[in-house]
């Protein structure tokens, strides 16, 4: 039985892509997608623990996103290639909401191995920067990168975001402090959101 709430659930779709977060029947497939490109996202993540890639993990964690997109907490979303539509090529997560006096979150991303070249991550990024701006009304998106990580990059200049500075140790990736070139987007057409 579906449950009313997964209609409201934001989904994007371009020429290539679906864009959306994950429901219960993705969890086998998000399994897939971090097994197969474990090695290739190494480098670029934190260390995982062996439940990162099992089944049992992935069906709480996608009712736990869900639960968290609800509260207005997080967008964890997953890229599908349009021509097929239920399989995963990376994912794109907006964490850490801040709303206070900030009105801000923090973008976080990844591509498997095949996809990448393609153009796939800007052209799934752009629709959800988009919600995140106009339908979350955040003000803010930060987003960090490795400085030997180019493609990452060049990527969040062409989205447009802007270099702020340099953190030294930053994140603990893959076992090691890893420094992070700071950038962030900002929203011009924020406006301040409704009171309840």
């Not at 990580?149 to 030294?168: K, M, P, T």
């Amino acid at each position: 039985m579906r449950h009313s709430y997964l209609a409201d659930l934001p989904r994007f779709e371009t020429d290539r892509l679906v864009v959306r977060l994950a429901t219960d029947e993705d969890a086998p497939e998000i399994v897939r997608y971090f097994v197969e490109n474990r090695e290739h996202l190494r480098p670029f993540d934190p260390e995982r623990p062996p439940s990162f890639y099992e089944r049992s993990f992935w069906d709480a964690q996608v009712k736990h996103s869900i639960s968290e997109y609800l509260a207005d907490r997080s967008v964890r979303l997953f890229v599908f290639r349009r021509d097929a539509p239920r399989t995963i090529i990376g994912s794109a997560n907006f964490t850490r909401f801040d709303r206070g006096v900030a009105h801000s979150c923090s973008l976080g991303y990844g591509l498997g191995a095949s996809a990448e070249g393609h153009g796939y991550m800007a052209e799934a990024l752009r629709p959800a920067i988009e919600f995140v701006f106009r339908s979350l009304r955040l003000h803010r998106i930060e987003a960090n990168y490795m400085p030997h990580n180019r493609r990452s990059g060049n990527l969040l200049r062409r989205l447009g975001f802007v270099v702020e500075g340099y953190a030294r140790d930053y994140l603990l990736i893959n076992g090691r402090w890893e420094d992070h070139v700071l950038t962030s987007l900002t929203n011009p057409e924020w406006e301040v959101p409704d009171r309840p």
